[in-house]
């Protein structure tokens, strides 16, 4: 039996990424509609979010594996992805997009 986690950790990866833009535009949007000055986070407070939201979709997935070993194989494979650095990189991609829409945002 053969068990593909790079896939699943790219989507888990993909889809917290998204949720993080979403949670912080949608913080924008609140401030703004309040009249109140929302300055961006910074690339930590944005990457901790990031990594909280996956750390949780991890959890969903780990419960899911019955045995010890694919536990393992599973958290080796994780911890392996995230120090790639096209993962990295795309941490670092969706940041500045998202300060590129708080600038945006700002000047209209």
Do not use: C, G
């Not at 950790?9 to 993080?20: G, H, P, Q, Y």
């Not at 901790?48 to 194989?73: G, H, Y």
């Amino acid at each position: 039996m053969h068990f593909e986690f790079d896939e699943k950790i790219d989507r888990a990866v993909e889809k917290s990424v998204k949720t993080a833009l979403r949670y912080y535009k949608e913080r924008q949007k609140q401030a703004q509609e309040n009249r109140a000055q929302q300055d961006p986070p910074s690339y930590e407070d944005f990457a901790s979010t990031v990594e909280r939201i996956m750390e949780s979709s991890k959890r969903a997935d780990m419960d899911k594996l019955r045995t010890p070993s694919l536990r393992e194989l599973f958290e080796r494979a994780w911890s392996q992805n995230l120090r790639n650095y096209a993962i990295q990189r795309r941490f670092l991609d969706a940041y500045e997009a998202l300060i590129r829409h708080y600038r945006r945002q700002a000047q209209a």
